[in-house]
C-alpha cells in the first residue's frame, strides 16, 4: 500500500498515488470538458463522481488529496466503514449511493450518503422516507431506471416512472432531484442514455445521472449532468465487482 498520509493536503508532488490519480481525474476531465464542448455545453456542468468501491480508505484518501470532493460507492456497509472518517478531515466531502438498495439498508443509507442514486420501487421509497424521518438526514434522491428493461437489472421500468414519482416526489414528499441509469452493457448506450434524458426533461428534474467508464463522453454528449467513473480513475476491481456493477 502506498501511504500518503504524511503529505499535506493539496501537496501531489512527492505522492506518486496522488500523482497518479490527479492525472487520471485530470485525463477524465478534460475529455468530460471536449465532449460537452463538442455539445454545445460547458465542461463545468458536468459533476465526475469518482467510483471508489472495493478500493481501501487509503486510495480514496488520496483521491482527496489530489483534489477530488465527489464519490460514488455502491454497498452501504463499505461506504459506511469509509467514509464517516473521512468526513471528519474533509468535510466537503459528497458522497452518492450508487448501488442497488434493500429497504432494511435505508437508515443506514442515509447517515452515510449525500445522495442516493438508486432510488427504484415503492417500498424503498417508503422505508427511505421512514429513515429521513427517524433521523432528520434528507440526502438528494434520484430514481433509477432499467432503461433496457433487463430483469436482473435494478431500476423502475420506464412505464412506472410516472407512477414511482407520483409517490416519492408526491405523497411522500421525498427530495427528488433527478434521475440515474445503467444502460445494457452489450448495446450502444446513445439511445438509452437519449431516453433517460428526455425522461428528465418530462418530469422538470435537474439531475441526470449516467456514464461509466467505457461511455462518460456518449452520456456527456446526451446531457449527462453526473458521470460516474471507477476503473478510468482508480484501475480496474476485483472481477466480483464488476460483475456487480452489471457491466463488461
Ligand atoms: C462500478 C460502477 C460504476 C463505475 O464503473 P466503471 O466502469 O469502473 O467506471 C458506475 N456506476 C455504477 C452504478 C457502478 O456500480
Given at each position: 500500500?502506498?501511504?500518503?498520509?504524511?503529505?499535506?493536503?493539496?501537496?501531489?508532488?512527492?505522492?506518486?498515488?496522488?500523482?497518479?490519480?490527479?492525472?487520471?481525474?485530470?485525463?477524465?476531465?478534460?475529455?468530460?470538458?471536449?465532449?460537452?464542448?463538442?455539445?454545445?455545453?460547458?465542461?463545468?456542468?458536468?459533476?465526475?463522481?469518482?467510483?471508489?468501491?472495493?478500493?481501501?480508505?487509503?486510495?480514496?484518501?488520496?483521491?482527496?488529496?489530489?483534489?477530488?470532493?465527489?464519490?460514488?460507492?455502491?454497498?452501504?456497509?463499505?461506504?459506511?466503514a469509509?467514509?464517516?472518517?473521512?468526513?471528519?478531515?474533509?468535510?466537503?466531502?459528497?458522497?452518492?449511493?450508487?448501488?442497488?438498495?434493500?429497504?432494511?439498508?435505508?437508515?443506514?443509507?442515509?447517515?452515510?450518503?449525500?445522495?442516493?442514486?438508486?432510488?427504484?420501487?415503492?417500498?424503498?421509497?417508503?422505508?427511505?422516507?421512514?429513515?429521513?424521518?427517524?433521523?432528520?438526514?434528507?440526502?438528494?434522491?434520484?430514481?433509477?431506471?432499467?432503461?433496457?428493461?433487463?430483469?436482473?437489472?435494478?431500476?423502475?421500468?420506464?412505464?412506472?416512472?410516472?407512477?414511482?414519482?407520483?409517490?416519492?416526489a408526491?405523497?411522500?414528499?421525498?427530495?427528488?432531484?433527478?434521475?440515474?441509469?445503467?444502460?445494457?452493457?452489450?448495446?450502444?448506450?446513445?439511445?438509452?442514455?437519449?431516453?433517460?434524458?428526455?425522461?428528465?426533461?418530462?418530469?422538470?428534474?435537474?439531475?441526470?445521472s449516467?456514464?461509466m467508464?467505457?461511455?462518460?463522453?456518449?452520456?456527456?454528449?446526451?446531457?449527462?449532468?453526473?458521470?460516474?467513473?471507477?476503473?478510468?480513475i482508480?484501475?480496474?476491481?476485483?472481477?466480483?465487482?464488476?460483475?456487480?456493477?452489471?457491466?463488461r
Amino acid at each position: 500500500m502506498h501511504s500518503s498520509s504524511q503529505s499535506p493536503a493539496g501537496n501531489t508532488a512527492n505522492d506518486p498515488l496522488v500523482a497518479e490519480l490527479a492525472s487520471n481525474m485530470a485525463e477524465v476531465r478534460r475529455r468530460i470538458a471536449t465532449a460537452a464542448t463538442h455539445a454545445g455545453r460547458q465542461g463545468d456542468e458536468v459533476s465526475l463522481i469518482a467510483v471508489s468501491k472495493t478500493h481501501p480508505t487509503a486510495i480514496v484518501e488520496a483521491a482527496l488529496k489530489a483534489g477530488q470532493r465527489l464519490f460514488g460507492e455502491n454497498r452501504v456497509q463499505e461506504a459506511a466503514a469509509k467514509f464517516p472518517q473521512l468526513r471528519e478531515r474533509w468535510p466537503d466531502l459528497r458522497l452518492h449511493l450508487i448501488g442497488g438498495l434493500q429497504s432494511n439498508k435505508a437508515r443506514d443509507a442515509v447517515e452515510v450518503a449525500d445522495a442516493i442514486d438508486s432510488l427504484d420501487r415503492p417500498k424503498l421509497a417508503e422505508a427511505l422516507a421512514h429513515a429521513m424521518d427517524k433521523t432528520g438526514r434528507r440526502p438528494d434522491l434520484l430514481i433509477q431506471v432499467n432503461v433496457g428493461n433487463e430483469p436482473q437489472k435494478a431500476g423502475v421500468a420506464a412505464g412506472d416512472f410516472a407512477a414511482l414519482y407520483e409517490l416519492s416526489a408526491g405523497k411522500l414528499g421525498l427530495p427528488v432531484k433527478g434521475v440515474m441509469c445503467i444502460p445494457p452493457a452489450e448495446h450502444d448506450p446513445v439511445g438509452y442514455f437519449r431516453q433517460l434524458h428526455q425522461i428528465a426533461r418530462d418530469f422538470a428534474l435537474p439531475v441526470i445521472s449516467m456514464g461509466m467508464s467505457g461511455d462518460y463522453e456518449k452520456a456527456v454528449a446526451h446531457g449527462a449532468t453526473h458521470v460516474r467513473v471507477g476503473s478510468a480513475i482508480f484501475g480496474s476491481r476485483p472481477s466480483h465487482a464488476i460483475v456487480e456493477a452489471g457491466r463488461r
